[in-house]
């Protein structure tokens, strides 16, 4: 049996509850002889910062190197508002994207059945759902330099973050979209604001050749993406694959996060190139979710994100994809069968606490398996 390397980074607020929900997952996957995974956790976040004065240490940067895969849960709070800026939990994420270069992040936004009502939007508008948003996740104005705060001569303050991209950038990522696409709907649409961003200009023009040249039987869209955020909540069930950079990937997935009912249904992979040797990519897994440090540590957190980046890692970096096809399977059972967090049960209907989440999903794998 086939033996991964999982690095847990857990980090703040209700990050360690659902990370410890996926734990009860690959455990089942082990017993169940799907195959096992070793896992080392570490901190990263605020959690980080209060150990060690830093969002995430060297150590726990070179274990993230040479694991199989990493689980990220969630970091930030309002205990942590007034450490340094290159400390603030926040940093921790943006280093592990950066020095891992994951510069393909994919959001998925599916809308299951039994959702298709704690949805704030129509059930008609929703239900079926199952869009793919690619965003760039290594550029853009996340990274660019000069990103700083300066005093000006008459005592003013001026800050600038920079917008960059270049050719190759904007080349591999909607590559990435594009052969997402062939095994999906076979439709792209690229999102950027052309009208007033010269990145913007050059994204719509390498996005148009590489899919004349690389993808010609791929349908290519190009939105504004002020209108494709409009478009979104209107009819999203016009798009297949977006692809987009880092800070419009940023917005427009939590609104189509909230299309399926709750950012806590919302998972994600961060994916690097492949190795040239091993053809191996490295990954991050992370719920679209954040800390939530309002609800943190009372049990009402919903693990489905947490726990469908799980499955992704088993698609997408373990060759799993029968697993991964079970605990999208398992989790559909479970809100087939009406259990619900708080964040998506009904107004007055009762709610399941996180561990209950996690235990029903892990009986459901054992029937299914
Ligand atoms: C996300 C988050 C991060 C981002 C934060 C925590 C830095 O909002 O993954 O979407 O802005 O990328
Ligand atoms: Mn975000």
């Given at each position: 049996m086939a033996s991964h390397n999982l690095l847990l980074l857990p980090g703040d607020g209700i990050g360690p509850e659902v990370m410890g929900e996926v734990k009860k997952v690959a455990d089942f996957l082990g017993k169940a002889g799907v195959a096992t995974f070793e896992t080392e956790t570490d901190l990263v976040g605020g959690a980080a910062y209060d150990a060690h004065g830093v969002a995430i240490t060297d150590a726990a940067m070179k274990t993230a190197m040479e694991a199989d895969a990493v689980l990220f849960g969630a970091v930030g709070g309002p205990k942590w508002a007034k450490v340094p800026y290159e400390a603030r939990p926040e940093a921790g994420l943006l280093r592990l994207r950066k020095d891992m270069q994951l510069f393909a992040n994919l959001r998925p936004a599916i809308c299951f059945p039994a959702l298709a009502d704690a949805s704030s939007l129509k059930r008609e508008i929703i239900e079926g759902l199952d869009i793919m948003i690619v965003r760039e996740l290594t550029g853009g104005v996340y990274f660019g330099e000069p990103k700083e705060i300066v005093t000006l001569e008459n005592g003013e303050k001026r800050a600038v973050d920079t917008q960059v991209y270049t050719t190759h950038e904007i080349e591999r990522i909607t590559r990435v979209a594009f052969d997402l696409a062939k095994v999906r709907r076979n439709k792209v649409t690229s999102s950027e604001k052309h009208n007033v961003m010269r990145s913007g200009?050059?994204?719509?023009?390498?996005?148009?050749?590489?899919?004349?040249?690389?993808?010609?039987?791929?349908?290519?869209?190009?939105?504004?993406?002020?209108?494709?955020?409009?478009?979104?909540?209107?009819?999203?069930?016009?798009?297949?694959?977006?692809?987009?950079?880092?800070l419009f990937g940023d917005i427009l997935s939590d609104i189509a996060a909230m299309l399926t009912g709750s950012l806590g249904m919302l998972p994600s992979a961060s994916l690097g190139a492949p190795d040239a040797k091993t053809g191996k990519r490295k990954a991050l897994y992370e719920p679209v979710h954040g800390s939530a440090p309002d609800i943190?540590?009372?049990?009402?957190?919903?693990?489905?994100?947490?726990?469908?980046?799980?499955?992704?890692?088993?698609?997408?970096?373990?060759?799993?994809?029968?697993?991964?096809?079970?605990?999208?399977?398992?989790?559909?059972?479970?809100?087939?069968?009406?259990?619900?967090?708080?964040?998506?049960?009904?107004?007055?209907?009762?709610?399941?606490?996180?561990?209950?989440?996690?235990?029903?999903?892990?009986?459901?794998?054992?029937?299914?398996?």
């Amino acid at each position: 049996m086939a033996s991964h390397n999982l690095l847990l980074l857990p980090g703040d607020g209700i990050g360690p509850e659902v990370m410890g929900e996926v734990k009860k997952v690959a455990d089942f996957l082990g017993k169940a002889g799907v195959a096992t995974f070793e896992t080392e956790t570490d901190l990263v976040g605020g959690a980080a910062y209060d150990a060690h004065g830093v969002a995430i240490t060297d150590a726990a940067m070179k274990t993230a190197m040479e694991a199989d895969a990493v689980l990220f849960g969630a970091v930030g709070g309002p205990k942590w508002a007034k450490v340094p800026y290159e400390a603030r939990p926040e940093a921790g994420l943006l280093r592990l994207r950066k020095d891992m270069q994951l510069f393909a992040n994919l959001r998925p936004a599916i809308c299951f059945p039994a959702l298709a009502d704690a949805s704030s939007l129509k059930r008609e508008i929703i239900e079926g759902l199952d869009i793919m948003i690619v965003r760039e996740l290594t550029g853009g104005v996340y990274f660019g330099e000069p990103k700083e705060i300066v005093t000006l001569e008459n005592g003013e303050k001026r800050a600038v973050d920079t917008q960059v991209y270049t050719t190759h950038e904007i080349e591999r990522i909607t590559r990435v979209a594009f052969d997402l696409a062939k095994v999906r709907r076979n439709k792209v649409t690229s999102s950027e604001k052309h009208n007033v961003m010269r990145s913007g200009v050059l994204w719509k023009e390498v996005a148009t050749r590489i899919g004349a040249t690389e993808y010609p039987d791929v349908e290519l869209d190009h939105h504004l993406a002020d209108s494709l955020a409009m478009q979104l909540v209107r009819w999203p069930k016009q798009y297949d694959v977006i692809v987009c950079d880092n800070l419009f990937g940023d917005i427009l997935s939590d609104i189509a996060a909230m299309l399926t009912g709750s950012l806590g249904m919302l998972p994600s992979a961060s994916l690097g190139a492949p190795d040239a040797k091993t053809g191996k990519r490295k990954a991050l897994y992370e719920p679209v979710h954040g800390s939530a440090p309002d609800i943190a540590g009372q049990g009402l957190a919903n693990p489905i994100a947490m726990i469908s980046s799980f499955g992704m890692a088993l698609r997408y970096s373990f060759g799993l994809g029968q697993a991964a096809d079970l605990v999208d399977q398992a989790i559909a059972d479970v809100l087939a069968s009406g259990a619900r967090t708080r964040d998506i049960a009904e107004k007055g209907a009762n709610a399941v606490s996180t561990t209950d989440m996690g235990d029903a999903i892990v009986a459901a794998l054992k029937r299914r398996a």
